[in-house]
């Protein structure tokens, strides 16, 4: 079973929408870690943030936000008005190893803003 | 910086054929890795390095080998390529431990295997 799952595969909205993308986890260990990473044409995968299990503290940062709720296995991003520069694809993560050495990466969103 | 380089950014194989992948940091990162992304599957990881001599299996190892020699460069090699095996590989690392939760990736290989 896929430890990360990324329902939304391909997402379009005009620019100034906002826009919220799921990610649902699974693990049995008590301590984990989730990630966001954005992948623009580019190719190379850009890290956002992590959240530790044991902090369920949402996070704003800019016209980003994150919502991270244990009781739904649930990790959401927001993108507040968005922006052309946001299309990208977003891959949510999981970790259960406290050094990092393993990541589970769900299959990505592809977020189009058209303007 | 040059960060995370990885070569060739193309490449098209024959089945049968054996190449290695490229990947090399100037960070200084003891932590290094290979994923492989597939559609609709996301990136999985091959294998996992967490300092120089010192490798270990990842979710799909099978069909790849790795060695680290030192701390700068991380190559993966295919011994006998299989159409399984076509893929975008990345190449990833940080600094080990829960201090950096960064992982740095590299621009990625684009793998025909025919």
């Known amino acids: 079973a896929q430890k990360v799952t990324q329902a939304q595969t391909e997402i379009s909205v005009v620019e100034k929408e906002d826009v919220t993308l799921d990610c649902v986890y699974e693990t049995r260990d008590t301590t984990y870690y989730l990630f966001w990473y954005k992948q623009p044409p580019s190719g190379e995968l850009v890290f956002l943030i992590r959240r530790n299990s044991f902090d369920e503290q949402n996070e704003i940062s800019g016209r980003y936000s994150w919502n991270f709720q244990k009781s739904t296995s649930s990790f959401n991003f927001t993108i507040t008005a968005s922006q052309v520069v946001d299309s990208a694809v977003y891959f949510c993560?999981?970790?259960?190893?406290?050094?990092?050495?393993?990541?589970?990466f769900g299959s990505g969103t592809k977020l189009n803003v058209k303007p | 910086n040059a960060g995370v380089t990885q070569t060739p950014k193309f490449q098209v194989l024959k089945t049968g054929q054996s190449m290695t992948l490229q990947c090399a940091q100037d960070m200084n990162h003891e932590y290094m890795s290979w994923y492989r992304q597939d559609p609709g599957m996301g990136l999985r990881l091959i294998h996992y390095s967490v300092g120089a001599g010192i490798t270990d299996q990842g979710e799909v190892p099978n069909g790849y080998n790795v060695s680290r020699s030192t701390t700068e460069d991380f190559p993966l090699r295919l011994l006998s390529a299989a159409p399984s095996q076509t893929s975008v590989y990345f190449c990833?690392?940080?600094?080990?431990?829960?201090?950096?939760?960064?992982?740095?990736f590299g621009s990625g290989t684009q793998l025909s295997v025919l």
């Open positions: 993560a999981l970790s259960e190893d406290y050094n990092f050495n393993k990541f589970y």
């Open positions: 990833a690392s940080s600094l080990q431990g829960a201090s950096n939760e960064k992982l740095f």
